[in-house]
């Protein structure tokens, strides 16, 4: 379907988002795909679940622990599910992910470290009220 | 859509008389990867949307007003209940996608009708969590830490909501044009707002209900 519309034989340059590459086992190759993605994925959930309520590790490293599991999940939805590889033909939809991902990594690390100085270096909360009486 | 590439290519080469650039015929792509590419991009600044209601709640985690904190209200079996219902949900999406392309109606219909009720499973159950909490006096008004939290969640729960009237809007055409190619782009289209409706989740279940119960 990627390569042909309107039965009209289109050139091999770029890929759709969220579509692959396909041939006659097209059915199969696409739902082991899928299948893939969806037990890499229960996989990453189901450990990210059982870890908050788990002794076996080590406590402090649990927030990391969870954010790592994290980006690889959206890994996997990405490869997997979105099918946004590192193939050459789908390499405009993998710039537009970077550019996203980079604003993303902007805003969220941007806010929280502006915010954290912030707290640190403003007086606290009880004297202000002081203050202001 | 037009073999519009040879055109081009044909036109430039008797121009110029010289030969027509050889990336001239790649550089025309059809209009699934034009429509798909102009989707992506939108979804990337949904995201992008999504990161400040992010940053938002991060930042106003703690400011709980002597109100309940993330760990007194979070309950953790209905979020992993939820978890599962988006990600079967994206399986079956998939199946719908794969069914659409093979012009399988079993796999399509029965994909997307799939996907529908595991979507609603799950707005259903976030409505009754949300209702749970304002009946329990922790209300998005209660203090900044609810405010950002119902902001996040409830924008996420908004977009499903929307993801599922797309749904249903996609089975009708398909039901009632056929497997058209212009159909066809807006099922790619669904299914890709689909599969970044998961990702968002993800985020949200890790950043919201286990970091918020770890700390």
């Known amino acids: 379907m990627s390569d042909r519309e309107l039965g009209v034989p289109l050139h091999h340059g770029d890929i759709a988002p969220g579509d692959e590459r396909a041939d006659r086992t097209e059915i199969v190759h696409g739902i082991r795909g899928y299948l893939v993605g969806l037990g890499l994925s229960v996989l990453a959930t189901v450990v990210a679940f059982l870890l908050p309520g788990t002794s076996l590790v080590w406590q402090p490293s649990i927030p990391a622990a969870l954010i790592v599991l994290a980006i690889a999940q959206m890994g996997v939805h990405i490869v997997f599910f979105l099918h946004i590889t590192t193939r050459p033909d789908s390499a405009n939809n993998v710039m537009a992910l970077a550019f996203g991902v980079f604003v993303v990594f902007v805003l969220i690390v941007g806010s929280v470290w502006i915010m954290t100085h912030l707290n640190q270096n403003m007086m606290p909360m009880e004297r202000l009220m002081q203050m202001q009486r | ?215």
């Open chain 2, 1 to 215: 859509m037009s073999i519009q590439g040879t055109d081009f290519a044909i036109a430039g080469g008797a121009v110029a008389d010289v030969p027509a650039p050889v990336h001239a015929e790649r550089s025309l792509a059809s209009r699934r990867i034009v429509t798909a590419f102009g989707f992506w991009v939108f979804l990337l600044t949904d995201v992008v949307m999504f990161s400040a209601f992010f940053a938002t709640y991060v930042v106003l985690e703690n400011m709980t007003a002597d109100g309940p904190r993330g760990v007194d209200v979070f309950n953790i079996p209905v979020v992993a209940l939820e978890t599962g219902y988006l990600l079967a949900s994206s399986f079956t999406c998939g199946i719908a996608s794969l069914g659409a392309r093979a012009r399988n109606n079993l796999m399509y219909y029965g994909g997307m009708v799939a996907t529908f009720v595991l979507g609603a499973a799950f707005v259903l159950q976030e409505f009754s969590d949300f209702s749970g909490l304002v009946a329990q006096g922790a209300g998005p008004s209660r203090s900044a830490f609810l405010s950002g939290y119902f902001a996040l969640v409830g924008c996420h729960g908004l977009h499903v909501t929307m993801g599922l009237l797309f749904l249903l809007t996609m089975i009708a055409q398909v039901f009632a044009k056929g497997y058209r190619p212009d159909i066809l782009r807006r099922v790619l289209c669904f299914a890709l707002f689909w599969h970044t409706l998961d990702i968002i989740w993800v985020g949200i279940f890790t950043v919201v209900y286990l970091l918020g119960v770890v700390r």
